[in-house]
């Protein structure tokens, strides 16, 4: 079993920023991805940023140029570096990783102000 913690997640204006963190435990050896998940209200979970199984770093198309992921070699942790935060990005953001199965965290939210 892997345990995944995120952090880091709160109240943020529209062009601010936000870093998510989250560190994998338990049985880590083998894993082959991991990244950032999101659900927002009434929405599908989508990608958001991912170190896939195949190597490849994989963004969703609407945060390329904004967000950025770094992650250690043995994938046990992994950050999200949020930026010019737009309206649509509230949401609970969950990290993801994958061994035998694919696996989210509780996830962290993130929640636009006024």
């Known amino acids: 079993q892997v345990q995944l913690v995120e952090s880091g997640g709160g109240l943020v204006q529209a062009g601010g920023s936000l870093r998510l963190s989250c560190a994998a435990s338990g049985s880590t050896f083998g894993l082959s991805a991991m990244g950032w998940y999101r659900r927002a209200p009434g929405k599908q979970r989508e990608l958001v940023a991912v170190?896939?199984?195949?190597?490849?770093?994989i963004f969703a198309d609407s945060v390329k140029g904004r967000f950025a992921i770094s992650g250690n070699n043995a994938k046990t942790t992994v950050t999200l570096q949020m930026n010019s935060l737009k309206p649509e990005d509230p949401a609970v953001y969950s990290c993801?990783?994958?061994?035998?199965?694919?696996?989210w965290g509780q996830g962290t939210q993130v929640t636009g102000s006024p």
């Open positions: 993801y990783t994958e061994k035998d199965y694919a696996q």
């Open positions: 170190f896939s199984s195949s190597g490849t770093t």
